[in-house]
């Protein structure tokens, strides 16, 4: 990835890339998606090459931060799109923890786990819920939040 940014980089993230998309499945992924692909498609053939490639842990996340645009867009994509692949695909929460856990969190992440957290609890959450929330909440706008990115947060979560 870093090479098509213009730059050498040789951190565990970009060495670990570099390898994997050398597989010829990642090109064809990578070409589908530049040719108007469907994103559930993408997600799934993705998350198959994943287990076949018996990829753990924060390599999972650094391949699905990499592709968050094809996750975001199927999981916001209309509701036949997700019933389509079942449980094919992780659900949205799986996914955002993945990705918090390898890279860390940024407004994209915590929106795409306030909307999953919306549409599975019908607007009201749990306590273990709002926990984690708050949990990337705190990656996302540091340990002491200021009121602004509070607000910010509680819009999020009262969106649509």
């Not at 287990?51 to 931060?65: F, I, N, S, T």
């Not at 695909?89 to 407004?107: C, Q, W």
Request: hydrophobic share 40%.
């Amino acid at each position: 990835m870093s090479k098509i940014w213009g730059f050498q980089c040789n951190c565990k993230r970009c060495k670990f890339e570099e390898q994997i998309c050398s597989k010829m499945e990642m090109q064809e992924i990578q070409m589908g998606l530049e040719r108007g692909l469907n994103m559930g498609d993408a997600v799934y053939r993705l998350e198959e090459g994943m287990r076949r490639w018996m990829v753990r842990g924060d390599e999972k996340g650094y391949l699905r931060a990499s592709f968050w645009v094809a996750y975001s867009e199927a999981y916001e994509s209309d509701h036949k799109t997700v019933r389509r692949w079942g449980r094919r695909i992780p659900a949205a929460e799986a996914v955002v923890d993945s990705v918090s856990k390898a890279v860390g969190s940024d407004e994209r992440v915590l929106k795409a786990f306030m909307a999953g957290l919306k549409r599975r609890c019908g607007g009201g959450s749990g306590l273990v819920e709002m926990e984690r929330a708050m949990k990337l909440a705190r990656g996302v706008y540091g340990k002491v939040m200021k009121k602004q990115a509070m607000r910010t947060l509680i819009e999020l979560g009262n969106q649509e």
